[in-house]
Protein backbone atom coordinates (compact mmCIF):
# COMPACT_ATOMS: atom_id res chain seq x y z
CA UNK A 1 0.00 0.00 0.00
CA UNK A 2 1.32 3.25 -1.08
CA UNK A 3 -0.01 5.31 2.08
CA UNK A 4 -3.15 7.88 1.19
CA UNK A 5 -3.03 9.81 -2.13
CA UNK A 6 -4.77 13.09 -2.61
CA UNK A 7 -5.51 14.35 -5.61
CA UNK A 8 -5.01 17.13 -7.42
CA UNK A 9 -2.12 18.44 -5.30
CA UNK A 10 -2.38 21.52 -6.43
CA UNK A 11 -5.68 23.63 -7.78
CA UNK A 12 -5.86 26.83 -8.54
CA UNK A 13 -9.63 28.12 -9.35
CA UNK A 14 -11.40 31.59 -9.82
CA UNK A 15 -13.70 32.67 -6.77
CA UNK A 16 -17.28 31.58 -7.61
CA UNK A 17 -16.11 28.02 -9.42
CA UNK A 18 -16.72 24.62 -7.83
CA UNK A 19 -13.86 22.95 -6.97
CA UNK A 20 -13.46 18.83 -5.83
CA UNK A 21 -10.60 16.63 -4.14
CA UNK A 22 -10.39 13.00 -3.94
CA UNK A 23 -8.74 10.83 -1.33
CA UNK A 24 -7.85 7.34 -0.74
CA UNK A 25 -7.32 6.53 2.25
CA UNK A 26 -5.27 3.33 2.85
CA UNK A 27 -7.64 0.21 2.08
CA UNK A 28 -8.29 -1.14 5.09
CA UNK A 29 -8.91 1.73 7.54
CA UNK A 30 -12.27 2.79 8.04
CA UNK A 31 -11.80 6.18 9.45
CA UNK A 32 -11.21 9.08 7.38
CA UNK A 33 -10.73 12.70 8.47
CA UNK A 34 -10.76 15.88 6.37
CA UNK A 35 -8.84 18.97 7.62
CA UNK A 36 -7.90 22.73 6.49
CA UNK A 37 -4.75 23.52 6.97
CA UNK A 38 -3.44 27.56 6.83
CA UNK A 39 -0.29 28.87 6.66
CA UNK A 40 1.62 28.94 10.21
CA UNK A 41 -1.86 27.25 11.43
CA UNK A 42 -2.74 23.93 12.87
CA UNK A 43 -5.08 21.67 10.92
CA UNK A 44 -8.37 22.29 11.93
CA UNK A 45 -10.97 19.24 11.83
CA UNK A 46 -13.81 19.79 8.59
CA UNK A 47 -15.41 16.41 8.92
CA UNK A 48 -15.24 12.38 9.87
CA UNK A 49 -16.57 9.14 8.13
CA UNK A 50 -16.15 5.93 9.59
CA UNK A 51 -16.57 3.63 6.53
CA UNK A 52 -19.21 5.24 4.45
CA UNK A 53 -21.18 7.32 7.58
CA UNK A 54 -20.14 10.88 7.93
CA UNK A 55 -20.58 11.12 11.67
CA UNK A 56 -19.14 14.68 12.04
CA UNK A 57 -18.91 17.71 10.63
CA UNK A 58 -17.23 20.84 11.65
CA UNK A 59 -19.08 24.29 12.07
CA UNK A 60 -16.03 25.10 9.58
CA UNK A 61 -18.41 23.27 7.24
CA UNK A 62 -20.32 25.85 6.02
CA UNK A 63 -23.32 24.85 3.43
CA UNK A 64 -20.66 25.32 0.58
CA UNK A 65 -19.11 21.96 1.35
CA UNK A 66 -19.79 18.94 1.03
CA UNK A 67 -17.97 15.59 1.27
CA UNK A 68 -18.98 12.02 0.23
CA UNK A 69 -17.35 8.61 0.61
CA UNK A 70 -19.48 6.32 -0.78
CA UNK A 71 -19.08 2.56 -0.70
CA UNK A 72 -15.90 3.33 2.40
CA UNK A 73 -13.78 3.58 0.00
CA UNK A 74 -12.07 6.87 -1.46
CA UNK A 75 -13.77 10.19 0.01
CA UNK A 76 -14.59 13.65 -2.18
CA UNK A 77 -14.72 16.68 -0.32
CA UNK A 78 -16.41 19.47 -3.07
CA UNK A 79 -16.51 23.36 -2.29
CA UNK A 80 -18.77 25.16 -4.13
CA UNK A 81 -18.73 29.03 -5.13
CA UNK A 82 -15.56 29.35 -3.99
CA UNK A 83 -14.28 32.20 -1.97
CA UNK A 84 -10.97 33.51 -1.49
CA UNK A 85 -10.97 32.55 2.02
CA UNK A 86 -11.03 29.12 1.44
CA UNK A 87 -8.09 29.13 0.28
CA UNK A 88 -5.90 26.60 2.25
CA UNK A 89 -4.23 23.24 2.29
CA UNK A 90 -6.75 20.23 2.63
CA UNK A 91 -5.71 17.36 4.41
CA UNK A 92 -7.04 13.87 3.95
CA UNK A 93 -5.79 11.27 6.73
CA UNK A 94 -7.00 7.69 7.57
CA UNK A 95 -6.84 5.50 10.43
CA UNK A 96 -7.98 1.81 11.14
CA UNK A 97 -9.19 2.28 14.57
CA UNK A 98 -9.91 5.07 17.69
CA UNK A 99 -6.83 6.28 18.75
CA UNK A 100 -4.72 4.55 16.40
CA UNK A 101 -2.20 6.35 14.50
CA UNK A 102 -3.90 8.62 11.70
CA UNK A 103 -1.61 8.70 8.24
CA UNK A 104 -1.90 11.68 6.36
CA UNK A 105 -1.60 12.65 2.95
CA UNK A 106 0.14 15.00 0.96
CA UNK A 107 -2.83 17.31 1.13
CA UNK A 108 -4.40 19.32 -2.21
CA UNK A 109 -3.17 23.30 -2.05
CA UNK A 110 -6.27 25.46 -3.13
CA UNK A 111 -5.67 28.76 -4.37
CA UNK A 112 -9.08 30.96 -5.27
CA UNK A 113 -7.83 34.35 -6.91
CA UNK B 1 -15.48 21.16 23.91
CA UNK B 2 -11.81 19.28 23.42
CA UNK B 3 -9.13 21.96 22.99
CA UNK B 4 -5.14 21.91 22.74
CA UNK B 5 -2.98 24.30 23.17
CA UNK B 6 0.56 25.03 22.11
CA UNK B 7 1.94 27.93 24.04
CA UNK B 8 5.77 27.92 22.00
CA UNK B 9 5.01 29.18 18.44
CA UNK B 10 8.91 28.71 18.34
CA UNK B 11 11.75 26.95 20.06
CA UNK B 12 15.33 26.37 18.62
CA UNK B 13 18.04 23.44 19.65
CA UNK B 14 21.51 22.63 19.19
CA UNK B 15 22.20 19.76 17.55
CA UNK B 16 22.92 16.57 19.87
CA UNK B 17 21.14 18.62 22.70
CA UNK B 18 17.74 18.43 24.22
CA UNK B 19 14.78 20.21 23.56
CA UNK B 20 11.14 20.20 25.14
CA UNK B 21 8.01 20.85 23.55
CA UNK B 22 4.86 22.13 25.51
CA UNK B 23 1.11 21.24 25.45
CA UNK B 24 -1.63 21.25 27.16
CA UNK B 25 -5.22 19.87 26.41
CA UNK B 26 -8.59 20.04 27.71
CA UNK B 27 -11.20 16.99 27.59
CA UNK B 28 -14.07 16.17 29.48
CA UNK B 29 -13.37 12.85 28.51
CA UNK B 30 -12.02 9.57 30.67
CA UNK B 31 -10.56 7.80 28.01
CA UNK B 32 -8.75 9.58 25.35
CA UNK B 33 -5.42 9.15 23.33
CA UNK B 34 -2.32 12.26 22.73
CA UNK B 35 -0.10 12.45 20.03
CA UNK B 36 2.60 14.58 18.96
CA UNK B 37 2.92 14.91 14.90
CA UNK B 38 5.76 16.51 13.04
CA UNK B 39 5.53 18.31 9.87
CA UNK B 40 8.40 18.80 7.88
CA UNK B 41 8.68 21.47 5.30
CA UNK B 42 6.38 20.70 2.55
CA UNK B 43 6.08 17.30 3.21
CA UNK B 44 3.16 15.36 5.16
CA UNK B 45 2.35 15.11 8.67
CA UNK B 46 3.58 11.59 10.36
CA UNK B 47 3.60 10.21 13.86
CA UNK B 48 6.20 10.93 16.30
CA UNK B 49 4.65 9.51 19.38
CA UNK B 50 1.51 8.76 20.92
CA UNK B 51 -0.11 8.09 24.15
CA UNK B 52 -3.21 6.17 25.54
CA UNK B 53 -4.49 7.80 29.00
CA UNK B 54 -4.93 5.08 30.92
CA UNK B 55 -1.93 4.36 31.02
CA UNK B 56 0.41 6.00 33.36
CA UNK B 57 4.19 5.09 31.86
CA UNK B 58 5.11 7.78 29.23
CA UNK B 59 5.75 6.79 26.22
CA UNK B 60 8.90 6.55 24.10
CA UNK B 61 10.45 6.30 20.92
CA UNK B 62 13.48 6.31 20.25
CA UNK B 63 15.16 10.02 20.96
CA UNK B 64 11.14 11.17 21.33
CA UNK B 65 9.64 10.99 24.87
CA UNK B 66 6.77 12.53 26.30
CA UNK B 67 6.27 13.87 30.18
CA UNK B 68 1.69 12.91 30.61
CA UNK B 69 0.91 15.01 33.17
CA UNK B 70 -2.72 13.53 33.19
CA UNK B 71 -4.10 15.89 36.66
CA UNK B 72 -2.54 18.51 35.21
CA UNK B 73 -3.40 17.91 31.18
CA UNK B 74 -0.20 18.34 30.21
CA UNK B 75 1.31 16.32 27.32
CA UNK B 76 5.27 17.98 26.46
CA UNK B 77 7.40 15.84 24.13
CA UNK B 78 11.06 15.65 25.35
CA UNK B 79 13.76 15.49 21.92
CA UNK B 80 17.36 14.29 22.59
CA UNK B 81 20.07 14.66 21.01
CA UNK B 82 18.62 16.85 18.83
CA UNK B 83 19.67 16.58 15.17
CA UNK B 84 19.33 18.82 11.72
CA UNK B 85 16.42 16.44 10.46
CA UNK B 86 14.30 17.17 13.38
CA UNK B 87 13.45 20.99 12.27
CA UNK B 88 10.01 20.58 11.18
CA UNK B 89 6.88 21.62 12.59
CA UNK B 90 4.93 20.07 15.44
CA UNK B 91 1.86 19.22 15.96
CA UNK B 92 0.03 17.94 19.73
CA UNK B 93 -3.11 16.26 19.90
CA UNK B 94 -6.18 15.07 21.28
CA UNK B 95 -8.45 12.37 20.47
CA UNK B 96 -11.76 11.42 22.29
CA UNK B 97 -13.74 8.97 20.57
CA UNK B 98 -13.61 10.12 17.12
CA UNK B 99 -11.85 13.50 15.64
CA UNK B 100 -8.21 14.86 16.00
CA UNK B 101 -8.35 17.86 17.62
CA UNK B 102 -4.83 19.51 17.09
CA UNK B 103 -3.06 22.86 18.66
CA UNK B 104 -1.58 25.48 16.22
CA UNK B 105 1.87 24.16 16.16
CA UNK B 106 5.18 24.65 17.68
CA UNK B 107 7.91 25.82 14.88
CA UNK B 108 11.53 23.64 16.08
CA UNK B 109 14.83 25.00 14.52
CA UNK B 110 17.81 23.07 15.07
CA UNK B 111 21.61 25.01 14.54
CA UNK B 112 24.61 23.00 14.01
Known amino acids: DTGVSQDPRHKITKRGQNVTFRCDPISEHNRLYWYRQTLGQGPEFLTYFQNEAQLEKSRLLSDRFSAERPKGSFSTLEIQRTEQGDSAMYLCASSLIQGAEAFFGQGTRLTVV | AQTVTQSQPEMSVQEAETVTLSCTYD???????LFWYKQPPSRQMILVIR??????QNATENRFSVNFQKAAKSFSLKISDSQLGDAAMYFCASQNTDKLIFGTGTRLQVFP
Open chain 2, 51 to 56: QEAYKQ
Open chain 2, 27 to 33: TSESDYY
